[in-house]
Every structure is written in structure tokens, then in C-alpha cells.
């Protein structure tokens, strides 16, 4: 009686990450490079929207940070993922935008 008590009670506690550690949400947090690549190739405008959208928010959350980030615009940011992930198809997109932000100065 007791174990099933507790096991509800620690179902409903938060579970906290390492310190240092992050979750990323959304679906630049699990879509592939060769995914990326596929819909940039595709026809899909909606999915493309989507994933460009993600980019940019995560490159724009991490500006808030006040580094000294290089400017650009979104074509430029589209030509430096589209290049990162030829060369790391198996690798998120995420990893590919922490890059790009890596190459803009952020951390």
C-alpha cells in the first residue's frame, strides 16, 4: 500500500535537469539535418515555415543575452544551416542552429 502511495506521489513530482543542462522544445529540437534538408528541397511551405520560425526564435532567445552577436539576415542564417547540415545529416537541427549561433558570436 505504502509503495503504491508513493509511487503516485513521485509520478507527480517535477523532475528537474542537471545543472547546465537545457531542454529544448519544439520541432528544431528533433527534426534531423537531412530532415531540414528534405523539406528546404521539398514543397511542403508549411513544415518550412515552421522550421525556419524555430530558427530564428532560437537564434533571437540567445541574442537576449547581450553578446555581441554578428548580424544577419535570414538568408544567410538558411545558407549556413543548409551547409552544416550537408556536411552532419544525422545531427539535429538544433545542433545545427547552436552552430550557427557558435558562428555569430553567441555562446
Not at 5 to 17: E, H, I, R, Y
Not at 43 to 51: G, H, M, P, R, S
Not at 78 to 101: K, M, Q, R
Request: proline share 4%.
Amino acid at each position: 500500500m505504502f509503495t503504491a502511495f508513493l509511487s503516485v506521489l513521485l509520478a507527480g513530482a517535477p523532475m528537474t535537469a542537471p545543472k547546465g543542462s537545457h531542454t529544448s522544445y519544439g520541432i528544431g529540437a528533433s527534426t534531423s539535418c537531412g530532415g531540414w534538408l528534405d523539406v528546404r528541397k521539398g514543397q511542403d511551405i508549411n513544415e518550412l515555415y515552421a522550421l525556419q520560425q524555430w530558427v530564428l526564435g532560437y537564434v533571437t532567445a540567445t541574442g537576449r543575452l547581450d553578446l555581441e552577436m554578428t548580424h544577419t539576415d535570414a538568408a544567410g542564417m538558411w545558407s549556413f544551416i543548409d551547409g552544416y547540415c550537408a556536411g552532419h545529416p544525422l545531427v539535429t537541427l538544433e545542433n545545427a542552429t547552436i552552430a550557427l549561433s557558435h558562428e555569430m558570436g553567441g555562446p
